[in-house]
């Protein structure tokens, strides 16, 4: 049974930090594109950050500079490092990964919320 498991939302002041964890396990064979997605209250999901097998990274303009992603290939992990927080970042974050020949799984999500 494949299972997206995250960790690290919470509670933070504006211009704190969180950590997002993502860690895949089960039956997987290989692991290509991870990424971190966000869903506020009354919009749509949106793309944060992803990052392919080889490290190549791609970010939201609302992002660049504060967020960082990375994977620890070996674990099967993707983290999500988010610095300088703003009320605007508040959201359910939901992690991404696509898992040949499974395709894409989605985690359960974790509240990130930032306070003014």
């Known amino acids: 049974q494949v299972q997206l498991v995250e960790s690290g939302g919470g509670l933070v002041q504006a211009g704190g930090s969180l950590r997002l964890s993502c860690a895949a396990s089960?039956?997987?064979?290989?692991?290509?594109?991870m990424g971190w997605y966000r869903q506020a209250p009354g919009k749509h999901r949106e793309l944060v950050a992803s990052?392919?097998?080889?490290?190549?990274?791609i970010y939201a303009d609302s992002v660049k500079g504060r967020f960082t992603i990375s994977r620890d290939n070996a674990k099967n992990t993707v983290y999500l490092q988010m610095n300088s927080l703003k009320p605007g970042d508040t959201a359910v974050y939901y992690c991404?990964?696509?898992?040949?020949?499974?395709?894409?799984?989605w985690g359960q999500g974790t509240q990130v919320t930032v306070s003014s």
């Open positions: 991404n990964a696509d898992l040949p020949p499974l395709g894409f799984w």
């Open positions: 089960g039956g997987i064979f290989s692991v290509n594109a």
């Open positions: 990052i392919s097998s080889s490290g190549s990274t």
